[in-house]
């Protein structure tokens, strides 16, 4: 055989399927061999691949591996501009596919095709395929432009509204609290009951589990917020509440009073052993209450704690304290803690029920924050950034950002939008980010959801300034939504509500960032309606959403939705 060159090392694939059933997942064991040259053995990859079929969205549970005619490979390095697309030879229970790439850094896109449509969708990225040595994969099927329930081996999982789910080591993610109760009284529904569960998914097998030993939260809690520490190797889980009202008479969103706060304000999860570590009682009093707070994560672990205000931020009694931020210093103690910083990181407003995102780096290599809305509507205090310093845990807010262009065309502060990067402008000098959704409150008046609420925000750090241009096509105003990156030119907006409670009438909507153009994915129709749900982009860039209902009162009845499930949008698999 002809020698190539080192970065050009290609490898052949020989995939056996088994026929063992794993859990919920039907598993197949694919070897793939390389073809060997006079320097030895060539690469192995040797996969383990299972598949996600159960029941959900009106899709019934199926089989991938009787189904599929044909499988398609696509290798993208990180040295190429476009993928090596391969196909599989499928020949009774044996595919093979010749010519992979050996290199580091690899994306991986397995895709199943039934009746000569792309049907199955397994990725994985950031992969090294060696020569001359095995690498071992797992991969997990799952349905493409549909939705998978996914269920613990044994048992059920109960239906919550505002849980949280986190991205950990290995690309699982950890969920915990929410609301599992409901009662109705007049016009108003108080959410109750806050779980104090926590579960692990793991989306390169397909298992939902508890963690060893069916550790709990040291406390429960709903619309809470939490964070993975990457140095530690740790999950800090910040505020929340036991209970919250709904009140349909006076038209607002799900409103808590401080007596109705988290009497432990935070926790830590340790991923390595699976436990909550409860904080020291010394440490408390520098973490204040805080429901749907902001955390940020600076370097070491760092974290700044923000926002989390009763809503609208105009009524607070207290602003002092919800106007500064909290800063949890990992080194603190025997397992971190929040620290005692006087107002050393104060906003330069109240905020409650705002967003946050990565906006970049400093000179000195430092975090750098976009905080949006969640202001009184009286300041127009829209935006402000939040720039890390040199020194540990150090920072400053900064309100000197000129905010001009649509948003300020409807009146009132914006509460509860959701906010994504979406890359860089045409010509460099911003940053881009999709605003969709929110509620607005002027002089103390929650209006409904608007659908004109919908922006392109353009960051200028040189000049100081923030551009907002309406992305119209949302067709609907929305509130207590979710929106996610699916890959780099599409974002995805799924549930949530549309009128003060009432049921959900929003399904899915998809952002073309090259477009700026939303559209409904062909998925939509069979999405479950619902709001107060959580959801996060895997590792194989399907999003896994959890929870949340169609009306807050669903909670109070025996039915349960369906509690999570994952959907795999199309041009993945394209």
């Known amino acids: 055989m002809q020698k190539m060159p080192h970065n050009d090392r290609r490898s052949r694939w020989r995939v056996t399927p088994q026929a063992s059933r794993i859990s919920a997942a039907l598993a197949m064991t694919l070897l793939l061999s390389t073809c060997v040259d006079d320097m030895g053995d060539g690469p192995q990859l040797a996969m383990h691949v299972s598949h996600l079929s159960g029941?959900?969205?009106?899709?019934?549970?199926?089989?991938?591996?009787?189904?599929?005619?044909?499988?398609?490979?696509?290798?993208?390095?990180p040295d190429e501009p476009a993928p090596d697309t391969l196909k599989?030879?499928?020949?009774?229970?044996?595919?093979?596919?010749?010519?992979?790439?050996?290199?580091?850094?690899m994306q991986l896109t397995l895709v199943g095709n039934v009746a000569g449509k792309a049907a199955w969708f397994a990725r994985r990225s950031g992969q090294k395929i060696i020569k001359n040595a095995t690498t071992n994969l797992e991969m997990?099927?799952?349905?493409?432009?549909?939705?998978?329930?996914?269920?613990?081996k044994a048992g059920q999982i109960?239906?919550?509204?505002?849980?949280?789910?986190?991205?950990?080591?290995?690309?699982?993610?950890?969920?915990?609290?929410?609301?599992?109760?409901a009662k109705e009284s007049g016009s108003k529904t108080e959410l109750s009951s806050a779980s104090d569960e926590a579960w692990i998914f793991d989306p390169n097998t397909g298992e939902l589990r508890k963690p060893k030993n069916n550790a709990?939260?040291?406390?429960?809690?709903?619309?809470?917020?939490?964070i993975y520490l990457p140095k530690s190797n740790r999950v800090l889980i910040v505020g929340g509440a036991e209970k919250m009202t709904v009140d349909s008479k006076v038209g607002a969103p799900p409103t808590w009073r401080v007596s109705d706060g988290v009497?432990?304000?935070?926790?830590?999860?340790?991923?390595?052993?699976?436990?909550?570590i409860a904080p020291d009682?010394?440490?408390?009093?520098?973490?204040?209450?805080?429901?749907?707070?902001?955390?940020?994560?600076?370097?070491?672990?760092?974290?700044?704690?923000?926002?989390?205000?009763?809503?609208?931020?105009?009524?607070?009694?207290?602003?002092?304290?919800?106007?500064?931020?909290?800063?949890?210093?990992?080194?603190?103690?025997?397992?971190?803690?929040?620290?005692?910083?006087?107002?050393?990181?104060?906003?330069?407003?109240?905020?409650?029920?705002?967003?946050?995102?990565?906006?970049?780096?400093t000179p000195s290599g430092g975090s750098k924050y976009l905080i949006w809305g969640g202001d009184s509507s009286s300041n127009g205090l829209h935006a402000e950034v939040f720039s890390e310093s040199a020194g540990e845990g150090e920072g400053v807010f900064n309100v000197g950002y000129t905010v001009d262009g649509d948003i300020t065309s409807l009146k009132g502060g914006l509460y509860f939008p959701t906010l994504t990067p979406i890359g860089l402008s045409k010509d460099k000098k911003s940053t881009l980010f999709l605003s969709v959704g929110g509620v607005r409150n002027n002089n103390g008046k929650w209006a409904a959801p608007d659908k004109k609420d919908a922006y392109i925000v353009a960051v200028n750090d040189a000049e100081k300034t923030i551009k907002t241009t309406r992305a119209t096509g949302l067709d609907v105003g929305v509130y207590l939504h979710k929106a996610s990156l699916t890959d780099d030119g599409h974002v995805l907006i799924s549930g949530g509500f549309t009128k003060w409670n009432a049921a959900s009438e929003f399904t899915m909507r998809v952002f073309d960032i090259a477009t700026s153009t939303f559209s409904t994915p062909p998925a939509a129709a069979k999405f479950i309606k619902r709001g107060g749900h959580a959801a996060q982009r895997l590792n194989n860039d399907c999003i896994f959403m959890?929870?949340?209902?169609?009306?807050?009162?669903?909670?109070?009845?025996?039915?349960?939705?369906?509690?999570?499930?994952?959907?795999c949008a199309g041009h993945l698999a394209q």
């Not at 029941?55 to 390095?77: D, E, H, M, R, W």
């Not at 093979?96 to 580091?104: D, H, I, K, N, P």
């Not at 760092?302 to 926002?307: H, P, R, T």
């Not at 929870?547 to 039915?559: H, N």
Request: proline fraction near 4%; include cysteine.
């Open 140 to 152: 997990t099927l799952m349905a493409v432009e549909a939705f998978t329930c996914i269920q613990p």
């Open 158 to 181: 109960a239906n919550v509204l505002f849980p949280s789910v986190t991205p950990i080591a290995g690309g699982r993610v950890l969920i915990t609290g929410g609301f599992a109760s």
């Open 546 to 567: 959890f929870g949340g209902v169609t009306e807050f009162k669903d909670l109070s009845g025996s039915a349960q939705q369906a509690a999570s499930d994952i959907y």
């Open 216 to 226: 709990r939260m040291t406390k429960p809690r709903g619309a809470h917020s939490a």
């Open 55 to 77: 029941a959900c969205g009106g899709q019934a549970g199926t089989n991938p591996f009787s189904q599929i005619t044909s499988y398609q490979l696509k290798v993208q390095s």
């Open 88 to 105: 599989g030879v499928k020949s009774g229970n044996s595919l093979t596919v010749s010519g992979v790439r050996a290199g580091s850094g």
């Open 263 to 276: 009497g432990i304000t935070y926790e830590v999860f340790d991923i390595a052993t699976e436990k909550f």
């Open 281 to 361: 009682n010394k440490t408390l009093s520098n973490a204040v209450k805080r429901v749907f707070p902001n955390l940020m994560l600076l370097s070491d672990d760092f974290v700044v704690s923000l926002g989390g205000a009763q809503w609208p931020a105009s009524s607070n009694g207290d602003k002092s304290s919800y106007r500064n931020s909290n800063l949890y210093d990992p080194n603190a103690g025997d397992n971190g803690g929040f620290v005692s910083i006087g107002a050393s990181l104060p906003l330069n407003t109240v905020r409650a029920g705002s967003a946050i995102a990565f906006l970049g780096t």
